[in-house]
């Protein structure tokens, strides 16, 4: 069965970084579009980025753009998401997440996600 396991949170000082990992199984990684999505306290989900299957092609949020990079080891079935540059608004709960489909989507468009990861939370507090 698919499964998307989250590691590599932890509490960090502002402006320190952190790389969390995302492996997954059960499905080709490769063919598809993979998004990080992060939930801070209290508040909603929040699209961080997403990467092309090739890995040739990034986006990023605009709280996440040239401080965030998200990457993906195909051969071995990994998603990284290396943070740079933490802010206390940072903290959060960070899921990996794979769409329906192997094609495009609306990246801040829940309902069109169908696995997620239980989450790596991630706090950043001196």
């Known amino acids: 069965q698919v499964q998307l396991v989250e590691s590599g949170g932890g509490v960090v000082q502002p402006g320190g970084s952190l790389r969390v990992s995302c492996a997954a199984s059960?499905?080709?990684?490769?063919?598809?579009?993979m998004s990080w999505v992060r939930q801070a306290p209290g508040k909603g989900l929040e699209w961080v980025s997403t990467?092309?299957?090739?890995?040739?092609?990034?986006y990023y949020a605009d709280s996440a753009k040239d401080r965030f990079t998200i990457s993906r080891d195909n051969a071995n079935n990994i998603l990284y998401l290396q943070m740079n540059s933490l802010t206390p608004e940072d903290t959060a709960l960070y899921y990996c997440a794979r769409p329906y489909k192997p094609y495009p989507i609306n990246q801040s468009d829940w309902a069109q996600y169908e696995y997620w990861g239980q989450g790596a939370q991630v706090t950043v507090s001196s």
């Open positions: 059960g499905f080709p990684l490769s063919k598809f579009f």
């Open positions: 990467i092309t299957p090739s890995g040739s092609s990034t």
